[in-house]
């Protein structure tokens, strides 16, 4: 079988070989590619980002960098990473390091010239391959080759071992076991997993909001979830994701009929209430935008059903916004196992991914024209001809609007 990944479109593009060529001259053999693109060429996926690592120390990459005329920029100059630029394109290269001491969190590093020490700091032997610039594959640990041709997500080493170096790694193999795995997940790491699950506790929400977040965009990650489930690290680690099953189904949907993946829409199917969805953002450090989606998905007014009517459809659309309304309708869909409904469900969607949201045709200035003093009126006159707006299916009517401003401006008069 191959070990070379000359195959690879992003090994033969210009700005790579520019990239290599450059560290090359300064220290010939000396720099390699690493990690996910290396990984995934073995597995014949796309790569989106192209790492490196080096013999060199950061400042001799950034000199080697700018001898050739790219850009250099120190993204991260403590832990020996510097991020190359050629044609637009970035680079990450990072120095070999080997960690001198870990506490589940965060690492104190060195840097070293030695792959093997470079190799045995990281999480999985899949994800410790190098491959030169010719895309000759170097494996340190002598078994991530054939863990990425076989989909399997190994710990290098001690399993228990590198999860009490960062305790991120328990989420980090699911993840990975979801993307990458083929058949079920690796017992020994699995156990691991289950015994070391306390460090979670310790590590910010941030990060581990991030890694769910990737482990939920994975295209199928049902059997990682219920992996996770087995071993009670979902309700550890998301003690607000109690419909579980829900999520799984939204999966199901979404493979049977060719539906676009959303994690944060699988999430929400994972949520109980409103309630569940505000605990889990506050707890996660969720973002705004994320809070108001889960909030939003997760809500109970007005009722989605299969059945719904033009009428309904447009109401709960302007009400909702297309996003909300789609994960409404999914989660709904969720909840009904009858598979002759899955046409009227699909309709649904299709609503969602080509509605224009109306404008009603009424300005504050009209109001004011119209007898409703400057004020707070002005905003209640506006809110009452939107309800009739809106139970009348938005009429695009000028005159219709303006007959009925009149009338809730002599109410607010009297």
Request: proline share 4%; aromatic share 6%.
């Amino acid at each position: 079988m191959t070990t070379t990944i000359a195959h690879a479109l992003w090994l033969k593009r210009a700005e790579t070989r520019a990239v290599m060529a450059a560290l090359d001259a300064k220290r010939p053999g000396g720099s390699r590619f690493v990690g996910g693109c290396v990984r995934n060429a073995v597995m014949g996926l796309e790569a989106d980002d192209i790492d490196i690592a080096t013999q060199l120390l950061p400042q001799d990459t950034i000199a080697a960098a700018e001898a050739a005329g790219l850009a250099a920029i120190p993204t991260g100059l403590d832990h020996g990473t510097i991020t190359i630029v050629a044609s637009h394109i970035p680079y990450e290269v990072t120095t070999l390091r080997r960690d001198v001491e870990t506490d589940g969190r965060h690492a104190t590093i060195a840097f070293t010239d030695s792959w093997e020490e470079d190799a045995a700091r990281r999480d999985f032997r899949l994800n410790a391959l190098y491959a030169d610039s010719n895309g000759a594959i170097f494996d340190p640990t002598g078994g991530g080759l054939e863990d990425a041709r076989a989909g399997r997500v190994m710990f290098i080493g001690d399993a228990d071992a590198r999860l009490r170096e960062d305790y991120l790694r328990i989420l980090r193999f699911f993840r990975f076991s979801a993307w990458y795995a083929r058949g079920p997940l690796n017992a020994a790491g699995l156990a691991a997993c289950a015994r070391q699950r306390g460090g979670l506790d310790g590590l910010s929400a941030e990060r581990i909001w991030k890694e769910t977040k990737k482990l939920f965009a994975a295209p199928d990650p049902r059997a990682a979830l219920a992996a996770m489930q087995e071993v009670n690290l979902s309700a550890h680690a998301w003690p607000e994701l109690t419909r579980l099953a829900r999520a799984h189904r939204v999966i199901e949907i979404e493979a049977d009929h060719f539906l676009d993946a959303d994690p944060l829409q699988r999430i929400a199917a994972a949520l109980a209430d409103e309630s569940a969805a505000r605990a889990l953002a506050r707890r996660m450090k969720a973002s705004n935008e994320e809070r108001a989606r889960l909030v939003a998905a997760t809500g109970d007014a007005p009722r989605i059903v299969s059945y719904m009517s033009m009428l309904e459809i447009r109401r709960a659309l302007y009400r909702l916004g297309a996003e909300a309304f789609a994960d409404r309708v999914k989660i709904a869909w969720a909840g009904d196992e009858r598979t002759a409904t899955a046409p009227q469900w699909r309709a649904l969607l299709m609503h969602a991914e080509v509605y224009r949201r109306p404008t009603l045709a009424l300005t504050g200035d009209e109001v004011i024209a119209a007898g409703v003093p400057p004020g707070p009126k002005v905003g209640a006159a506006l809110r009452e001809v939107e309800a009739w707006w809106i139970e009348a299916d938005f009429p695009e009517d000028k005159l219709s609007i303006v007959e009925r401003l009149k009338a809730v401006a002599q109410g607010l008069a009297g």
